[in-house]
């Protein structure tokens, strides 16, 4: 697997242990894989980056970041976020989604993935908790639809 180990490197969030594409893994997000923990931001886009370069490279499937999904779920100029991952173009989108809402403060208590599928002109949205992301699912699909101009049903 290539990757950049700075093991003890320091920055404002601590020791750097893993750079790794677009991911910055730190010993405190390391420290929540030890325990009874959720995933935070930074864990959950280091394995879609893992996911993109390592086990689908070259596939037609865009993995799109957490806080890339946040920025595109309160921003109104979808194509900023969305046309530099080449997202009209791929076949699949997999998107993880929370429900934080409030874009002054982080957050959020639950995550859920969106995936779309171009050939079936269809959203997907796994959620564990039964629905606690739907509406925010439902809401990021349509900012999508109106992007991509197409009518898209979301399941």
Request: proline content about 5%.
């Given at each position: 697997?290539?990757?950049?180990?700075?093991?003890?490197?320091?920055?404002?969030?601590?020791?750097?242990?893993?750079?790794?594409?677009?991911?910055?893994?730190?010993?405190?997000d390391l420290?929540?894989?030890?325990?009874?923990?959720?995933?935070?931001?930074?864990?959950?886009?280091?394995?879609?980056?893992?996911?993109?370069?390592?086990?689908?490279?070259?596939?037609?499937?865009?993995?799109?970041?957490?806080?890339?999904?946040?920025?595109?779920?309160?921003?109104?100029?979808?194509?900023?976020?969305?046309?530099?991952?080449?997202?009209?173009?791929?076949?699949?989108?997999?998107?993880?989604?929370?429900?934080?809402?409030?874009?002054?403060?982080?957050?959020?208590?639950?995550?859920s993935l969106?995936?779309?599928?171009?050939?079936?002109?269809?959203?997907?949205?796994?959620?564990?908790?039964?629905?606690?992301?739907?509406?925010?699912?439902?809401?990021?699909?349509?900012?999508?639809?109106e992007y991509?101009?197409?009518?898209?049903?979301?399941?």
């Amino acid at each position: 697997v290539p990757k950049k180990l700075i093991k003890g490197k320091m920055s404002i969030k601590g020791n750097i242990v893993l750079n790794y594409y677009d991911s910055i893994v730190y010993e405190e997000d390391l420290q929540l894989l030890e325990g009874p923990h959720w995933l935070n931001d930074t864990l959950i886009g280091f394995y879609m980056d893992y996911l993109e370069n390592e086990e689908y490279n070259n596939l037609d499937i865009c993995f799109v970041r957490p806080e890339v999904t946040q920025c595109i779920k309160l921003s109104p100029d979808l194509p900023i976020f969305l046309d530099p991952i080449e997202f009209r173009r791929k076949n699949y989108a997999v998107m993880t989604l929370n429900d934080c809402i409030n874009p002054n403060s982080p957050g959020g208590s639950h995550w859920s993935l969106l995936i779309f599928s171009r050939n079936e002109l269809k959203f997907y949205h796994i959620d564990s908790s039964e629905g606690t992301n739907k509406l925010a699912a439902k809401e990021l699909a349509a900012k999508i639809t109106e992007y991509i101009g197409k009518n898209i049903k979301c399941d």
